[in-house]
């Protein structure tokens, strides 16, 4: 038995503000964005990004100025600097281009900007929840706001009363108001698993495990590509309305395609686990940098959301005391899981592998689902071995 560790979750809960209250936090929001634009800006030109020495620079001037009580004055500076070491990490990963791109220079060349709207962040001296009555007190510019209501499912609101650890964020998303609050909860422990269950990501398929399961992506890149149709004509159109209609569409293909991978990957975890396995997933890290496609097919890769469902499945597990192993995924599609021979024309096609060597034929998906479960039993040896 592996010893357990701990994962942290984001519950998010709707608050229900009076008219008087959502004012005070869009007030608030709005005076906390305009402060971090100001210690961006001057971050930006002393060169300054650490937490500590930019305090110095910017501390007093943001409370006099914005109002702000200490406690958020010093949140804002803490936002900015994490702004920064983000977008320092994304310059030296290469994710906004190479050296002397236009992308990059841009990135490079300019303060980091906050929306009015933009989360800000809270620790409890400046919110303080009241699980039994459903209610938080939190600080506004307008002063402390008290019996503010808040809503979400049974689940939600057990992990919250149970398991929060940390700050909470302020959200205003479609005219809501909604807190993201930190969990930490404890994984099961995990045990040596009876195999593994190998998962193949794909678009024709979204996911097909090595046991023959396929879960196809027919339909979710239907929905996709009728989106992507609307939202072209609306923005080639132009007009008030078409603009007030691609408002409102907003963020509802993400939902969708966050709700279809939770069931895959519930259906996924809850098929191994029924069988006492692992789950072995593909490292795809970096692969739309790696793949080449033709434009047309850019758009069906880079709208893909493989990074979620892998997430999504692997933290499922986790919390089911399921071993989860990521494995190289080099040449699973073209590699024969009867006879180990690796071979471009194995596949001719997208749906059919047959081994030029030794003759044996399956569905490609399913052949390079068998291969990332024997390389995740394998991984799994290595990494075990006593």
Not at 159 to 176: I, P, Q
Not at 234 to 262: C, G, I, M, P, Y
Request: glycine content about 6%; aromatic content about 6%; charged content about 25%.
């Amino acid at each position: 038995m592996i010893v357990c560790s701990t994962m942290r979750l984001v519950v998010q809960v709707k608050l229900l503000p009076t008219p008087e209250q959502a004012a005070a936090l869009e007030a608030t929001l709005r005076a906390a964005n305009q402060a971090a634009d100001l210690v961006s800006r001057i971050a930006f030109q002393q060169r300054c990004f650490r937490n500590f020495d930019l305090r110095k620079h910017t501390y007093e001037q943001v409370k006099a100025t914005f109002g702000l009580a200490a406690q958020a004055a010093q949140h804002v500076i803490k936002k900015v600097c994490d702004a920064y070491r983000t977008l320092h990490a994304n310059l030296a990963a290469g994710n906004l281009g190479k050296r002397g791109s236009a992308r990059r220079i841009k990135a490079e060349s300019t303060p980091i900007s906050f929306r009015p709207g933009a989360a800000h962040p809270y620790d409890d001296r400046c919110l303080s929840w009241q699980h039994g009555d459903r209610t938080v007190s939190i600080w506004t510019t307008a002063g402390r706001l008290r019996n503010i209501t808040f809503t979400g499912s049974a689940q939600q609101l057990a992990l919250l009363a149970e398991h929060r650890k940390g700050e909470s964020d302020l959200v205003r998303r479609d005219g809501m108001w909604f807190l993201h609050a930190t969990v930490e909860v404890s994984d099961a422990p995990i045990n040596a698993p009876d195999g593994f269950c190998g998962v193949d990501l794909g678009i024709a398929n979204i996911a097909t495990t090595s046991d023959g399961i396929r879960h196809s992506g027919k339909h979710l890149n239907a929905v996709r590509h009728r989106n992507r149709e609307l939202r072209r004509r609306l923005q080639a159109k132009a007009t008030k309305s078409a603009k007030r209609l691609l408002k409102r569409r907003r963020r509802k293909e993400a939902r969708f395609a966050a709700d279809v991978n939770h069931r895959i990957a519930k259906q996924i975890v809850t098929e191994a686990e029924r069988t006492g396995q692992g789950i072995a997933l593909e490292d795809l890290q970096g692969i739309r940098d790696r793949v080449r496609l033709r434009k047309p097919q850019r758009v069906t890769l880079h709208s893909w959301s493989f990074h979620q469902l892998g997430a999504f499945i692997a933290y499922k597990a986790a919390r089911a005391g399921m071993a989860v192993i990521h494995v190289d995924p080099c040449y699973t599609s073209q590699q024969c899981s009867h006879c180990g021979h690796v071979d471009s024309r194995n596949r001719p096609d997208q749906e059919t592998f047959i081994c030029t060597s030794c003759g044996f034929a399956e569905h490609a998906d399913v052949n390079a689902a068998r291969n990332i479960a024997s390389r995740g039993e394998a991984g799994w040896a290595v990494r075990h071995a006593a």
